[in-house]
């Protein structure tokens, strides 16, 4: 049981590039989220999705995007990557509606030169 | 909205010593309250969660407190021990999905 698996684990992007942070579950929870964390600061929520097909925004949603094809996948896309961007990334999964116990990846960590 | 605090951005305590880690809130509207554990180079990791109908839950070797009137809650880790040391994040829900995180307690455990 792998549970949450993010790939890659480090990242260096030029500005104006584009990737996909990848992610994937095998607990089948119906919810997943993405996360930015930066020193000092919590995690904040970027993107969401309750279920396959259903996405919504987080505190911090600009210059991302998600889709959910299938419960197990939740790929993160940069569109245009810039230095404020510059963070380590987690996905996480949860069996709660109300995100009370999730499960997180290892992370990515990100640089945006 | 909601916001999370921590009292401390560090805390150092002696092997074998009871841990405290502080967290404040703002949204009276909250009703779960999280704890995680954050090691180097990972991801958080659920401790435990409380909800509102609640003052105290029990886990292994931990405890949370709430006090609602002073929107407060606290975790407690008995006998701390050196795998102990980690970032420790309060989080907080309202409703719904999102969940706020504070800024997280670096917990230093001295042999």
């Known amino acids: 049981n792998a549970g949450v698996t993010q790939t890659p684990k480090f990242q260096v992007l030029k500005t104006g590039q584009s990737m996909t942070l990848q992610c994937a579950q095998d607990m089948n929870h119906e919810y997943m989220s993405w996360y930015r964390q930066d020193p000092g600061m919590g995690l904040r929520l970027i993107h969401y999705?309750?279920?396959?097909?259903?996405?919504d925004q987080g505190e911090v949603p600009n210059g991302y995007n998600v889709s959910r094809s299938t419960t197990e996948d939740f790929p993160l896309r940069l569109l245009s990557a810039a230095p404020s961007q510059t963070s380590v990334y987690f996905c996480?999964?949860?069996?709660?509606?109300?995100?009370?116990?999730?499960?997180f990846g290892q992370g990515t960590r990100l640089t945006v030169v | 909205g909601e916001s999370v605090g921590l009292h401390l951005p560090t805390l150092s305590v002696q092997e074998g010593d009871n841990s405290i880690i502080n967290c404040a809130y703002s949204?009276?509207?909250?009703?779960?309250f999280i704890w995680y554990k954050q090691e180097s180079g990972k991801g958080p990791q659920f401790i435990i969660d409380?909800?509102?109908?609640?003052d105290k839950r029990q886990g292994q070797r931990v405890t949370v407190l709430l006090n609602k009137t002073v929107k407060h809650l606290s975790l407690q880790i008995a006998a701390t021990q050196p795998g102990d040391s980690a970032v420790y994040f309060c989080a907080v829900n309202t409703g719904g999905f999102k969940t706020i995180f504070g800024a997280g307690t670096r917990l230093f455990v001295k042999a």
């Open positions: 996480a999964s949860s069996y709660s509606r109300r995100n009370t116990e999730a499960f």
């Open positions: 999705s309750v279920g396959a097909g259903i996405t």
């Open positions: 949204n009276s509207a909250s009703d779960y």
């Open positions: 409380i909800r509102s109908n609640m």
